[in-house]
C-alpha cells in the first residue's frame, strides 16, 4: 500500500491584516488585489458583524483562495482591536494593514519583500493614489501634496503632519513586537501613532513609487470624520512632541497651520 505523500503547511512570507465591516462594494476588489498578488501572503479578514452580504463574499473566494485568506467571524472592540487581533495569529515576516475599502497595486508586495529582508526591525513606506467609489483617480492634488511631503522622512517632519499613506506602510514582525500593538483608545489616528514610536526604534526606508490605493466614498471614515480626524491627530502629535522641546512646540504651531489648510481643502474636494 502506497501512503500518500505529506503536504508541506502554507508558510507565507507576508501578512495583511483586513479589518471589514459593512463594505461589500470594495472588498472583492480590496481582497483580489492582495492574494493576485505573486508573493507568498496570507490574508487575514477580520469581520465583527456584517450583514450586507460581506461575509457570503468572504465565504466565497475562500473557496477560490483557499488557506492564503483566513476569515475571522467574532466581535471586536473596533478597527484598532480587529487589526491586533489579526496580528497576533498572522504568521508572516512582514506585516501590514488594509481597510477594506483600499486596495494594493500590482506588483506592491514583491517590492516590499525586496526592501525588507531578514528578521531586524525596519519599515517602509511608499506613495499612494487616490480612488473615488468607482476605482477612478480622484484628488489629484492632494495626492501631489502628500507624496511631495513623504519623499523625506524626519521624526520633526512628522510631528507637523501625518503625511504617511496607512495603507502603503509595511514592517517586519520583529519591529511590531518592539513596538507595540495599537492603542485601543485611538479611533481614528491609532497609525499616526504607530509611526512615532517605529520611528523611535528605527528610521523607515522611504520608496518612491506608488504601492497602494487609498479610497474616498461618502461613508469613508476620513470623509465623514475629517474634522475629528484632524483634531485627534493633534493630539497626538502633541503628545510625541515634549522629547523634542522647542522643536517640538515649533513643529505643533506647523500642525496646526497645516490641519487648518487641511480642513479647507477637504470641504473642497472631499464627498
Not at 26 to 51: H, I, K, N, W, Y
Not at 143 to 156: E, L
Not at 248 to 257: C, Q, T
Request: aromatic share 10%.
Amino acid at each position: 500500500m502506497t501512503s500518500k505523500p505529506e503536504t508541506t503547511p502554507f508558510q507565507p512570507q507576508m501578512s495583511i491584516v483586513m479589518p471589514c465591516f459593512q463594505q461589500v462594494a470594495f472588498l472583492e476588489e480590496a481582497v483580489r488585489s492582495v492574494l493576485e498578488q505573486p508573493v507568498d501572503v496570507e490574508l487575514l479578514v477580520m469581520d465583527p458583524g456584517s450583514t450586507d452580504g460581506s461575509r457570503e463574499l468572504l465565504q466565497s473566494l475562500k473557496g477560490e483562495f483557499g488557506e492564503r485568506l483566513i476569515l475571522h467571524f467574532a466581535p471586536d472592540r473596533g478597527q484598532s482591536d480587529a487589526i491586533n487581533r489579526g496580528m497576533g495569529v498572522a504568521r508572516g515576516r512582514i506585516l501590514a494593514w488594509l481597510n477594506s475599502d483600499d486596495r494594493l497595486r500590482p506588483g506592491a508586495l514583491a517590492k516590499v519583500a525586496s526592501c525588507l529582508s531578514g528578521d531586524v526591525p525596519g519599515w517602509i513606506y511608499g506613495r499612494a493614489g487616490m480612488i473615488d467609489g468607482e476605482g477612478r483617480p480622484a484628488s489629484s492634488l492632494i495626492v501631489r501634496y502628500k507624496n511631495w511631503r513623504g519623499r523625506r522622512f524626519t521624526p520633526f517632519k512628522l510631528l507637523t503632519e501625518n503625511f504617511i499613506p496607512q495603507m502603503s506602510t509595511f514592517w517586519t514582525r520583529s519591529l511590531w513586537l518592539q513596538a507595540g500593538e495599537l492603542n485601543l483608545e485611538k479611533e481614528l489616528d491609532m497609525d499616526y501613532d504607530l509611526w512615532f514610536r517605529f520611528a523611535r526604534i528605527v528610521s523607515p526606508r522611504v520608496v518612491h513609487e506608488i504601492l497602494a490605493d487609498f479610497r474616498i466614498h461618502g461613508e469613508a471614515k476620513g470623509s465623514v470624520r475629517a474634522y475629528e480626524q484632524l483634531l485627534a491627530a493633534y493630539a497626538t502629535a502633541r503628545s510625541h512632541a515634549s522629547e523634542y522641546k522647542i522643536r517640538g512646540k515649533i513643529a505643533l504651531a506647523v500642525h496646526l497651520l497645516c490641519s487648518w489648510r487641511t480642513r479647507i481643502l477637504y470641504y473642497f474636494l472631499k464627498p
